[in-house]
């Protein structure tokens, strides 16, 4: 070990007036419900979801499984997309998304079929989140082999299908989830189109990110 | 420095130019301010930039129950996390490496460049994708990256521009507040060869499809962090754009960079921090995007980084923790709400500051952190109007602590030695009524006689008044003093 750790610690020690790290602490502050949240209900959480996600610039829509792909569909041809790349999720393998995709003239591929460099290629990415906070119109993905961090990240349009068994209220909700659930090789929250307000804070939707995000909430 | 300038294989000029100049001149903000404050330009542009922010903030914290009582709640776990600190850190790198991560730690900014240099080197990386960390501009990560032969693009749009014009953020979270749209236009049009186009849209889409090969191309990606959960080993970050989000997806290779005071213990504190944080920063409920990273990419995962490692940097944070009074100033966030809200920041813009953490916390931090001898003007840039305290997310008194430092300036004996003999004669004349009162009376009729031919007004004294007739006219005195009244009456 070339660079010694027990330096910086020991100066942390040292500052805090003591020669070892306590095996234990006070418990940290508790975290009161009345301050800290803001969603208290379970009920009416994809309308609040929707009302959040508007305001942060979402495009959200309310539909029915049987309706959903078509609306997919609609919404692609719509944003001039001609191909797109599905997570490997168990609803978009089930109900064979891709296949249909493909027979609607957009050509569609499985996260398991393309390489990440393919993915630059790709209009859309179509997804199916894990979470979705109602508190604040958040879509939460987790990084894992059936879900590629870019397929929400590189095109330009995303498109996001929410189970209403994934709605959770409040962004304290959410943690805890994590907290129980555990976190993977990491987690994305995704609040809206990728801006920016750099030059002048002109308000400038679509940099890095997709600059069109569409939800799906099913009912 | 000058070794780092040796080292770098081909150098960036530009690169060599900033990391000299950055260590040869010295403070002097009496008269970097003095011209600051004279720029209509920089005052309007900044002034749209934080008042918008300022306003923005006051109207989101409504959303919250009781955002004062929040705020307190934000700021114990934050003391709770430094007072505690060597449990949580070790907590946290241990869980970090169990998530199969590397952790370093770095006592010095030139041990935390060294371990990253090694690093990049040892991984053969070249092209570096770096997202907006603050930490990497106190130690000018961006520019000892190009000196030693690194390909290192800044690709926060407004890091981005802050790169290609070889300038300095003035603003913790804002960047180019300092600049109107007119000149980085121009500056756009020099680097990329392109017509003159001010449109703001029309600029972020030449630099998004500019970086976007960059991101493509990018073997090595760098960030800073928010937030570090002790209890699960994860380091959160906040951004607008999605830059960051690139760092943790497609190079093969990821490195962040991270302060030691970071720590928060558990995931249920990080829901806390970003109800308040995003709020404080730029009036948004939350950010376009959290990312949530602490290791490489799981078996099977075809993105996300192979290798993750992550550097702790105390760079003179533990001479903050050691003292039990200012120890809460490390609880801040980097929200940048005290210098929206600070009068004497939104004259000077950042610049001024003469380091990376401009405002009021930086005129805490940078002393603290780099030396109060130099940089003991910075304590007294300030009206003491608390404004910066109403704002603070994680309540820091900084006003207090403003006070506090101007006290050790004067304890330690760092202050001018005029400003030492000023005071002296002062406190012993007012030892004495007799010499009160004659020097009342010889004060008072130098100024109405200097007043009269300026109807009335004082606008100008012999040394050393003069500082202060400089800028400001005074009314004369009364022809009666106080004292004289107070003798009249009775």
């Known amino acids: 070990m070339p660079y010694d750790p027990s330096n910086v610690l020991g100066l942390i020690r040292a500052s805090l007036k003591r020669t070892r790290t306590p095996t234990e602490v006070p418990a940290p502050p508790v ?8 969603v208290y209900t379970d009920i009416g959480l994809a309308e609040l979801f929707a009302r959040s996600a508007v305001e942060l610039k979402m495009y959200v829509e309310l539909c029915s499984i049987d309706d959903l792909f078509e609306k997919v569909v609609d919404f692609l041809k719509e944003k001039n997309c001609k191909s797109v790349m599905l997570t490997d999720t168990p609803l978009l393998k089930n109900l064979e998304a891709a296949k249909y995709l493909n027979e609607q003239g957009i050509v569609a ?33 987790k990084h894992r082999p059936e879900h590629g961090r870019a397929i929400s990240l590189v095109p330009f349009v995303h498109v996001a299908i929410v189970q209403p068994k994934n709605l959770v209220p409040d962004l304290l909700d959410l943690m805890e989830k994590l907290q129980k659930d555990g976190t993977g090789s990491g987690v994305t929250m995704i609040s809206g189109p990728s801006k920016t307000a750099d030059i002048e804070m002109n308000v400038v939707i679509g940099v890095h990110g997709p600059n069109v995000v569409k939800t799906f909430v099913l009912q | 420095m000058s070794t780092l300038v040796q080292v770098g294989i081909g150098g960036d000029k530009h690169s060599a130019e900033f990391l000299e100049q950055a260590h040869a001149s010295k403070f002097d903000f009496h008269k970097v301010s003095v011209k600051a404050a004279g720029d209509e330009k920089l005052k309007r542009a900044v002034n749209n930039a934080v008042l918008r922010q300022d306003t923005g903030r006051q109207v989101r914290l409504l959303d919250l129950p009781d955002s004062d009582k929040l705020r307190t709640l934000a700021g114990d776990i934050k003391q709770h996390s430094l007072d505690y600190l060597d449990y949580y850190l070790e907590q946290f790198i241990t869980n970090v490496e169990k998530n199969g991560g590397h952790v370093y730690l770095a006592k010095t900014g030139d041990e935390a460049k060294k371990i990253i240099l090694d690093i990049v080197k040892k991984a053969g990386c070249r092209r570096v994708i770096k997202s907006k960390s603050m930490v990497s501009e106190e130690i000018n990560l961006a520019h000892v990256m190009e000196m030693a032969g690194l390909d290192v693009v800044e690709t926060d749009l407004g890091e981005f521009i802050v790169q290609i014009s070889h300038d300095k953020p003035s603003h913790l979270v804002a960047p180019i507040v300092h600049m109107d749209r007119q000149t980085i236009a121009k500056m756009f049009s020099e680097y990329f060869k392109t017509p003159y186009n001010d449109n703001p849209n029309d600029l972020c889409a030449q630099a998004r499809v500019y970086l976007r090969e960059k991101f493509r191309e990018s073997d090595f990606g760098m960030t800073g962090g928010n937030f570090l959960v002790a209890e699960n080993g994860m380091v959160a970050c906040v951004e607008n754009e999605g830059n960051q989000r690139q760092s943790v997806t497609t190079p093969r290779v990821l490195l962040t960079l991270v302060g030691i005071e970071k720590i928060i213990p558990r995931m249920s504190d990080l829901g806390v921090m970003l109800k308040l944080l995003s709020r404080s920063a730029t009036g948004q409920p939350i950010t376009i995007y959290n990312n949530i990273f602490g290791g490489p990419r799981s078996a099977g995962e075809k993105d996300g980084p192979e290798e993750f490692h992550l550097v702790l940097m105390d760079n003179g944070r533990t001479e903050i923790l050691q003292s039990e009074e200012y120890r809460e100033i490390l609880r801040c966030i980097r929200c940048g709400a005290c210098l929206n809200a600070c009068p ?58 403003l006070v506090n430092l101007r006290r050790d300036t004067v304890g330690t ?8 003999f000023v005071y002296r004669a002062w406190a012993w004349s007012l030892h004495s009524p007799g010499l009160t009162a004659f020097i009342a009376f010889g004060q008072k009729w130098v100024l109405r006689l200097q007043s009269r031919s300026h109807g009335g007004w004082v606008t100008k004294v012999p040394f050393p008044g003069s500082g202060w007739t400089q800028v400001r006219d005074m009314p004369a005195p009364a022809r009666k003093t106080f004292h004289e009244l107070w003798k009249q009456r009775n």
């Open chain 1, 31 to 38: 975290i009161e419900e009345p301050i800290a949240r803001l």
């Open chain 1, 109 to 141: 591929k499985m996260w398991s079929e393309i390489t990440l460099d393919q993915s630059y290629d790709f209009d859309a990415g179509l997804t199916e989140v894990d979470y979705a906070v109602a508190e604040t119109g958040s879509l939460v993905v």
């Open chain 2, 344 to 401: 004497i920041y939104r004259n000077i813009g950042g610049h001024a500051y003469g380091s990376v953490y401009p405002g009021p916390i930086g005129a805490l931090i940078t002393p603290l952190m780099q030396g109060l001898s130099e940089f003991k003007d910075l304590p007294a840039a300030s009206s003491l109007c608390g404004a910066c305290y109403e704002a603070c997310p994680v309540k820091i008194n900084i006003p207090k602590h």
């Open chain 2, 413 to 420: 004996k760092i202050n001018h030695p005029f400003e030492r």
